[in-house]
């Protein structure tokens, strides 16, 4: 195995269409885990959790921190300070438009009353996720 | 062979020097975007399979009930691509008889049902024309869900070793219950109430399905783009072969003809 020091975190960033951080050395990330907001620093226990539509905020030892909205997915803290983030999508949050949220968000709404279930069921995660995704970008 | 037959034979002959040789300019073009598809979910599933690697998860050595899932395609023209699938399957299939299997792709359904045909549970088809997404793997994956629990899940593919090699691989997913029983699940503060295990078993097989059917496509892709090379060789050696065929009968006719006007011509006299 190669070299680890423990003190610097490494995060890995992956979504199936691409990866955006491999390995790369930070000094915190704040996850969107499902039962809570919670930072994670270097030498954190190792767990897994999963996560919930939000932003996943990455802070580089420079003090510059880049953020993502995710879709969900998960998060697994490994011994040694290895961070991998497995989401479905992930994307920064500059490349979302406010207005595009707010007509699809619209729209799920209309549909979440509807009668049919699995169109309801679909609306009601779509409203879940934009909402995030609302309050994230504002 | 006449003349006229030579012509024709070396005509068709032309004509699928043509399309393979197109076939395998398509391959070529595909094989970047396939490569990319490929290492992006390689990078995807490293995310997982580093957390049971640490938490060493293994699959038990008896199984109750073993699924085998085999990835291959829909089209042919690509060398053994299918045939190695369908060997390495039968494989699995004489070590643990009563398994079942899905099969996704129509060239490894209808070489398993040839020979396993009771064992075929599900198949799919449909998918492998394009580089496959993670919303094709969660279909299938979450279709597979509804057969019910499985002890031991196996994915079989065809892993993509370099630009002229693949191999028959499998890939294993991890039932909740294998999950639990990690020995070094301990290392590892999981919350109770979360259903992690669950989550976490469903999530790997979605990206075994993605990840096995991003390295098929690439070693399809490149299986093909070799096959076509190959075949456009073959029939460019062909062609040397009938032209030459074709001058040789064509000039023999020609000196015949002359023989008979001269002939002719002498007896005249």
Redesign the interface.
């Known amino acids: 195995a190669e070299a680890v020091n423990p003190d610097v975190l490494k995060v890995s960033l992956v979504a199936p269409h691409q990866a955006i951080f491999t390995n790369k050395e930070v000094s915190q990330v704040n996850l969107p885990a499902s039962s809570g907001e919670m930072g994670v620093l270097a030498n954190h226990v190792p767990t897994v959790e999963e996560l919930a539509p939000g932003v996943v905020e990455v802070i580089e030892s420079s003090g510059t921190a880049s953020k993502y909205f995710v879709s969900g997915g998960f998060a697994s803290i490994l011994p040694g300070s290895k961070l991998s983030i497995s989401t479905v999508e992930a994307h920064p949050l500059d490349a979302f438009s406010s207005e595009n949220i707010k007509s699809l968000l619209a729209e799920a709404q209309k549909n979440a009353s509807s009668a049919d279930e699995t169109v309801a069921a679909e609306a009601a995660i779509e409203i879940e996720v934009l909402e995030a995704l609302q309050a994230a970008v504002h | 062979a006449t003349l006229r037959e030579i012509e024709t034979r070396l005509k068709s002959i032309k004509n699928i020097e043509k399309i393979t040789n197109t076939m395998k300019v398509v391959a070529s073009t595909r094989m970047g975007r396939a490569q990319r ?1 490929m290492a ?2 390689r ?2 599933r ?3 399979s ?2 049971f690697a ?1 938490a060493e998860t293994s699959t038990p050595e008896t199984a109750e009930k073993t699924l085998i899932i085999a990835v291959s395609s829909d089209k042919g023209l690509c060398g053994s691509i299918h045939s190695q699938i369908a060997k390495a399957t039968r494989a699995k299939l004489q070590e643990t008889p009563n398994a079942d299997v899905v099969t996704i792709g129509d060239k490894i359904k209808a070489q398993m049902l040839r020979t396993h045909s009771s064992n075929v549970v599900l198949s799919f088809n449909g998918v492998g024309k394009e580089a496959p ?2 919303w094709e ?1 969660s279909l299938i994956a979450d279709e597979i869900r509804k057969l019910g629990d499985y002890d031991k899940i196996e994915v079989m593919y065809n892993k993509f070793v370099s630009g002229v090699a693949f191999e028959p691989s499998v890939f294993p997913s991890f039932s909740p219950i294998s999950i639990e029983e990690s020995p070094k699940l301990s ?5 109770e109430d ?1 259903a ?1 295990p669950t ?2 078993s469903q ?1 790997s097989l979605t ?1 075994a399905i ?1 990840n096995a059917m991003a390295e098929g496509y690439a070693s399809e892709i490149s299986a093909r783009r070799n096959a076509m090379d190959n075949a456009s060789k073959n029939a460019g050696e062909m062609i040397n072969k009938y032209s030459i065929l074709y001058n040789r009968t064509r000039q023999a006719v020609i000196t015949n003809e002359l023989v008979d006007i001269i002939t002719g011509a002498s007896s005249l006299d």
Not at chain 2, 187 to 191: A, D, G
């Open positions: 598809a992006s979910s990078a995807f490293e995310g997982d580093d957390f640490t997404t993670f793997a290392e590892f503060e999981l919350e979360q992690i989550s976490l999530i990206n993605l």
